[in-house]
């Protein structure tokens, strides 16, 4: 075995050390392409070392006309190897305002996250690190995009090892050779439409011709920035503790102590832990300033993606349900009615009222709670400490034009008295996870 040969072998074997556990099973993604044909093969050769359960999964993402023929190709090879393989068959969803590559690539890693075993190891090596840098600087990313390609992360309930991550695509080639492997070529890897093709196939040549050994260099940046950004992640979590408030929130005035800086680093942090993409540097800039400027009774609004986020009462909000909105009206029901900010349990509803009805509570409506003040809803919600923008579209039991319950309020008063309504029973389970 050549120096080339036994590296990648070493690499393998240190991966897999790093991550293991007794009885550990272990899943290899299997595009059928270079990278992951010499990956399965070598763990196959440690099968004979240290054995392990091994197993192969195919994402057949239906995108190429060649798709069933690599799903073919991976079970054959996986045949050979005696190795157990799995082909996925993915329905991609709509890619507007996306792109195809991130949607087939989210819905890769879901079908990854699902996939049975402790272990998950990929293919992604040095050049893939180097072209994933390139493209996230591109973009204006901080050090966690830079980073890219970390060797190790958690997906679901699995480890994510990568361990060819440091290996040259030139040693794979090599180790190929030497074993006469066969593989696949997907042909959208030429097509120049997508952005890591063109990167692989007319920047990054261009750059090596003038500075030879780029690709080493920029694989070894992008460890050093993961190494950062986990760094800033473990000062993020420091500097968080000095500003949480009795519910372990945090609270604006206590971040307003810290330098602007810290404050985006936290926040970065505690967003990236909640889902929250940050679609542009700008708009974590330009929250940070607001809430830097923020007086007790402010309250602030910036879009992040799909999220809504707020300061308000002295905290920072999550809106994930910021673009969804219930039915105009549904029916009065026994049976569970999902919401966009909770679920609604209805049991008890009389046969014999008729007009009953579930719609949302609205603007400007006027409620008065059993044993209560009357007052405007949105009053009435706000001394119960509901965020403003929830209030209006939480789902009300109406009875012709009057409205008869609201969550947090309960019954109105008037429902007491009116005959024909015998009390049925609600009961609302809000979402969780509102602030940070």
């Given at each position: 075995?050549?120096?080339?040969?036994?590296q990648?072998l070493?690499?393998?074997?240190?991966?897999?050390?790093?991550?293991?556990?007794?009885?550990?099973?272990?899943?290899?993604?299997?595009?059928?392409?270079l990278?992951?044909?010499?990956?399965?093969?070598?763990?196959?050769?440690?099968?004979?070392?240290?054995?392990?359960?091994l197993?192969?999964?195919?994402?057949?993402?239906?995108?190429?006309?060649?798709?069933?023929?690599?799903?073919?190709?991976?079970?054959?090879?996986?045949?050979?190897?005696?190795?157990?393989?799995?082909?996925?068959?993915?329905?991609?969803?709509?890619?507007?305002?996306?792109?195809l590559?991130?949607v087939?690539?989210?819905?890769?890693?879901?079908?990854?996250?699902?996939?049975?075993?402790?272990?998950?190891?990929?293919?992604?090596?040095?050049?893939?690190?180097?072209?994933?840098?390139?493209?996230?600087?591109?973009?204006?990313?901080?050090?966690?995009?830079?980073?890219?390609?970390?060797?190790?992360?958690q997906?679901?309930?699995?480890?994510?090892?990568?361990?060819?991550?440091?290996t040259?695509?030139?040693?794979?080639?090599?180790?190929?050779?030497?074993h006469?492997?066969?593989?696949?070529?997907?042909e959208?890897?030429?097509n120049?439409?997508?952005?890591?093709?063109?990167v692989?196939?007319?920047?990054?040549?261009?750059?090596?011709?003038?500075?030879?050994?780029?690709?080493?260099?920029?694989?070894?940046t992008?460890?050093?920035?993961?190494?950062?950004?986990?760094?800033?992640?473990?000062?993020?979590?420091?500097?968080?503790?000095?500003?949480?408030?009795?519910?372990?929130?945090?609270?604006?005035?206590?971040?307003?102590?810290?330098?602007?800086?810290?404050?985006?680093?936290?926040?970065?942090?505690?967003?990236?832990?909640a889902?929250?993409?940050?679609?542009?540097?700008?708009?974590?800039q330009?929250?940070?300033?607001?809430?830097?400027?923020?007086?007790?009774?402010?309250?602030?609004?910036?879009?992040?993606?799909a999220?809504?986020?707020?300061?308000?009462?002295?905290?920072?909000?999550?809106?994930?349900?910021?673009?969804?909105?219930?039915?105009r009206?549904?029916?009065?029901?026994?049976?569970?009615?999902?919401w966009?900010?909770?679920?609604?349990e209805?049991?008890?509803?009389?046969?014999?009222?008729h007009?009953?009805?579930?719609?949302?509570?609205?603007?400007?409506?006027?409620?008065?709670?059993?044993g209560?003040?009357?007052?405007?809803?949105?009053?009435?919600?706000?001394?119960?400490?509901?965020?403003?923008?929830?209030?209006?579209?939480?789902?009300?039991?109406w009875?012709?034009?009057?409205?008869?319950?609201?969550?947090?309020?309960?019954?109105?008063?008037q429902?007491?008295?009116?005959?024909e309504?015998?009390?049925?029973?609600?009961?609302?389970?809000?979402?969780?996870?509102?602030?940070?």
């Amino acid at each position: 075995m050549t120096t080339g040969q036994d590296q990648i072998l070493s690499a393998v074997r240190a991966a897999l050390a790093g991550q293991w556990r007794a009885e550990g099973r272990v899943c290899v993604g299997l595009s059928g392409g270079l990278d992951s044909v010499v990956l399965l093969h070598a763990l196959v050769q440690l099968q004979a070392e240290t054995p392990f359960e091994l197993s192969a999964l195919h994402v057949h993402h239906g995108l190429s006309p060649n798709a069933d023929h690599w799903a073919g190709f991976c079970r054959d090879l996986c045949a050979r190897l005696t190795v157990p393989c799995e082909v996925v068959r993915l329905q991609l969803p709509n890619a507007s305002g996306k792109g195809l590559e991130r949607v087939a690539r989210e819905a890769r890693y879901a079908a990854f996250a699902a996939a049975p075993g402790d272990i998950l190891c990929l293919a992604h090596h040095q050049n893939d690190r180097a072209e994933t840098l390139l493209l996230n600087l591109f973009r204006g990313a901080g050090a966690t995009g830079l980073g890219g390609v970390p060797d190790v992360r958690q997906l679901g309930q699995k480890t994510l090892i990568r361990p060819l991550v440091e290996t040259s695509r030139a040693a794979l080639m090599a180790w190929a050779t030497a074993h006469q492997l066969r593989w696949i070529e997907d042909e959208s890897n030429q097509n120049l439409a997508f952005r890591r093709n063109y990167v692989r196939h007319r920047i990054l040549p261009v750059i090596a011709d003038r500075y030879p050994g780029v690709v080493d260099v920029l694989a070894r940046t992008s460890a050093q920035m993961t190494e950062q950004a986990a760094l800033l992640n473990r000062l993020a979590e420091h500097d968080a503790k000095s500003c949480l408030d009795q519910d372990e929130c945090l609270s604006v005035v206590r971040l307003q102590q810290l330098p602007e800086a810290a404050v985006r680093n936290i926040l970065r942090h505690r967003f990236a832990l909640a889902g929250i993409q940050i679609p542009a540097a700008r708009r974590l800039q330009e929250f940070t300033a607001q809430l830097m400027m923020a007086q007790a009774d402010t309250e602030a609004f910036v879009r992040m993606g799909a999220f809504g986020v707020h300061l308000w009462r002295d905290r920072i909000w999550i809106d994930a349900a910021m673009d969804q909105s219930g039915p105009r009206s549904a029916a009065f029901q026994n049976g569970s009615l999902v919401w966009p900010d909770g679920q609604l349990e209805i049991a008890g509803v009389p046969t014999d009222v008729h007009d009953l009805h579930i719609a949302p509570v609205g603007h400007g409506q006027r409620f008065h709670p059993s044993g209560r003040c009357h007052d405007r809803v949105s009053e009435l919600l706000r001394a119960q400490g509901v965020p403003p923008w929830v209030r209006p579209r939480l789902p009300g039991l109406w009875l012709h034009e009057n409205l008869f319950w609201v969550p947090y309020l309960g019954w109105a008063q008037q429902a007491e008295t009116t005959p024909e309504l015998s009390l049925p029973s609600l009961d609302w389970q809000p979402k969780t996870g509102w602030s940070l």
